[in-house]
T-cell receptor, first 112, second 115 residues
Framework: TQLLEQSPQFLSIQEGENLTVYCNSSSVFSSLQWYRQEPGEGPVLLVTVVTGGEVKKLKRLTFQFGDARKDSSLHITAAQPGDTGLYLCAGAEIQGAQKLVFGQGTRLTINP | GAVVSQHPSRVICKSGTSVKIECRSLDFQATTMFWYRQFPKQSLMLMATSNEGSKATYEQGVEKDKFLINHASLTLSTLTVTSAHPEDSSFYIC???????????FGPGTRLTVL
């Protein structure tokens, strides 16, 4: 069974600070997706990274896929209170029905 | 707009009754849909893979007779929790896989409370 270790699981920082969330695995994934989830709602897709070494930017969010496609990171610059939420990484298995393996999630709180 | 819808968003039922949750793919035909369960302050746990026109594939430890899945069309999958008990209370989320992008899009979730 493939596992995805996400860290940190909880993070509380002040507005304006930078932060990085990590997802690590010993397994290779065909792609890796980052989601954000609000309480009582389903996860909303932020980005999909497919190619090893790929970097994608979404405004103040920068996503990177490791060269070996085993790990990924999410970096937020100048965090704002609106960034508060649960961030989930999910790796897609290489074979089969593209099942997603989810990390434990990072509960991010940005204090004004 | 929403890509995947779920109905109902909330349901409260008595112990022993069955509850059906619908998941619809609104923007694309989905051969494959997935059902997840999420406990408070935890990540998503995959329950089963729903395949259009064939039997669902259940993850280890998930009772197929308790969680009945039907994927009768390319835009609709249903999850029926049979003879529900309080321990089945949870947040159930479905997703649909876009066959052109291999990306999963999630529904808004269904909060099930069994009294």
């Amino acid at each position: 069974t493939q596992l995805l270790e996400q860290s940190p699981q909880f993070l509380s920082i002040q507005e304006g600070e930078n932060l990085t969330v990590y997802c690590n695995s010993s397994s290779v994934f065909s792609s890796l997706q980052w989601y954000r989830q609000e309480p009582g709602e389903g996860p909303v897709l932020l980005v999909t990274v497919v190619t090893g070494g790929e970097v994608k930017k979404l405004k103040r969010l920068t996503f990177q896929f490791g060269d070996a496609r085993k790990d990924s990171s999410l970096h937020i610059t100048a965090a704002q209170p609106g960034d508060t939420g649960l961030y989930l990484c999910a790796g897609a298995e290489i074979q089969g029905a593209q099942k997603l393996v989810f990390g434990q999630g990072t509960r991010l709180t940005i204090n004004p | 707009g929403a890509v995947v819808s779920q109905h109902p968003s909330r349901v409260i039922c008595k112990s022993g009754t069955s509850v059906k949750i619908e998941c619809r793919s609104l923007d694309f035909q989905a051969t494959t849909m997935f059902w997840y369960r999420q406990f408070p302050k935890q990540s998503l746990m995959l329950m089963a893979t729903s395949n259009e026109g064939s039997k669902a594939t259940y993850e280890q430890g998930v009772e197929k007779d308790k969680f009945l899945i039907n994927h009768a069309s390319l835009t609709l999958s249903t999850l029926t929790v049979t003879s529900a008990h309080p321990e089945d209370s949870s947040f159930y989320i479905c997703s649909a896989e876009n066959p052109f992008t291999d990306t999963q899009y999630f529904g808004p979730g269904t909060r099930l409370t069994v009294l």
